[in-house]
């Protein structure tokens, strides 16, 4: 059975940095291309970032373009999504997942969601 369980959130200030990573058990992680998504409370899942599989094409949402980077190491089976300059409104519970094609916006494959990891940004 797939599972994918982040970590590396936590409380930072504005214009902080965190790393989050995105480790897979279960499958070969290498034959999926990787979208991250985050949800604050109140509003809707959106997609933030995506990886193709070879890591060949890449895509970041307008509102994190230029401040996060997001990259894979297939041999340790894990995505990361490096977060710098974070603001207040990065603030959500982010989570990876499987999707379709890294074309454009991700689409996830399946509706089967972890822990997510819950990233703070305050003051």
């Known amino acids: 059975q797939l599972q994918l369980v982040e970590s590396g959130g936590g409380l930072v200030q504005p214009g902080g940095s965190l790393r989050l990573s995105c480790a897979a058990s279960?499958?070969?992680?290498?034959?999926?291309?990787i979208g991250w998504f985050r949800q604050a409370p109140g509003k809707e899942r959106e997609g933030v970032s995506c990886?193709?599989?070879?890591?060949?094409?890449?895509y970041y949402a307008d509102s994190v373009k230029g401040r996060f980077t997001i990259s894979r190491d297939n041999a340790k089976n894990t995505g990361y999504l490096q977060m710098n300059n974070l603001k207040p409104e990065d603030t959500a519970i982010y989570y990876c997942?499987?999707?379709?094609?890294?074309?454009?916006?991700?689409?996830?494959?399946?509706?089967?969601w972890g822990r997510g990891t819950q990233v703070t940004v305050s003051s």
């Open positions: 990886i193709s599989a070879s890591g060949a094409s890449t």
């Open positions: 997942a499987p999707i379709y094609s890294c074309l454009g916006p991700p689409r996830p494959m399946y509706d089967y």
């Open positions: 279960g499958f070969t992680l290498r034959a999926y291309h």
